[in-house]
């Protein structure tokens, strides 16, 4: 394992990915590349009060966080499954990391999910964490 990917929404919940990603990445000296997906749309329209104010700031901590592991960070836009998807593509990541949240309720609505649509078209390996302890 040479190149992890984890996707986040800067949430509670997906910081636990996170930290399992950079933890999973040490214990194989592997490269981290952590991945914000920023939503498409008017800025008003996706404000949320569980996410950090700004993405940037999150992201450039990272690295600092998980010394000894090289962390890298991306942003892109469009939708979070196709972006998480393709750049771990187009990085040769060898594991996707994502949190299962979202992943719960009804099996139909579950379906769509990121963590399962990941799981789905994932060109690699993919690891899920439980995040429910951050709900």
Known sequence: MKKILV?????????????DAAELARARGAELLVLYVAPEG????VVDPSKAASPEAYLAGLV???EGVTTTTRV???D?????????????A????VGNRGA???????RDSIP???????PCSVYVVDTRKAQ
């Open 7 to 19: 996707g986040t929404d800067t949430t509670a919940s997906a910081d636990l990915a996170v930290r």
């Open 42 to 45: 008017e800025l008003r329209a």
């Open 64 to 66: 600092q966080r998980f």
């Open 76 to 78: 892109e836009q469009g």
């Open 80 to 92: 979070p499954a196709e972006r998480i998807c393709e750049v771990a593509a187009d990085e040769g």
């Open 94 to 97: 060898d594991t996707i990391v």
């Open 104 to 110: 719960h309720g009804n099996w139909w609505r579950v």
């Open 116 to 122: 399962n649509l990941v799981l789905r078209h994932s």
